[in-house]
């Protein structure tokens, strides 16, 4: 069974990572940014993911941008909220408990 990855990129999830990077920037004085945050977010195409980044880069504030890089792209972080890490998976796969495991 393969999960949808509107399943697995739950509202919640994706909130919860726009909300924390919104703490850290104007959205008013950067609405350009914040769009391609929230793009970057959807993206599921390495060599798209990686020239978003780099556009971001450009756009950021230097202290969002080193705050980002630090604390969300570290692969580890960047497989809980990124559509790059999520497709063809499955539910058990993107699970990160075991409740899900038949006894």
């Known amino acids: 069974m393969r999960a949808d ?3 697995y990129s739950s509202p919640p999830v994706l909130m919860a990572c ?3 990077w919104q ?3 104007a959205i008013s004085k950067n609405e350009v940014l914040w769009e391609n945050l929230k793009a970057l977010v959807r993206t ?3 060599d798209i993911f990686k ?3 780099d556009e971001i880069q450009q756009l950021a504030p230097l202290p969002f941008f080193e705050y980002f890089t630090k604390t969300w792209l570290p692969d580890t ?3 809980m909220w990124s559509a790059l890490h999520q497709k063809n998976r499955t539910l058990l796969e ?3 408990t ?3 495991v038949k006894a």
């Open 77 to 79: 972080f960047v497989r």
């Open 94 to 96: 993107m699970s990160g």
């Open 44 to 46: 599921d195409q390495a």
């Open 18 to 20: 726009l909300h924390a």
């Open 98 to 100: 075991n409740m899900l």
């Open 51 to 53: 020239a978003a980044v």
């Open 23 to 25: 703490q850290h920037f």
């Open 5 to 7: 990855l509107s399943y």
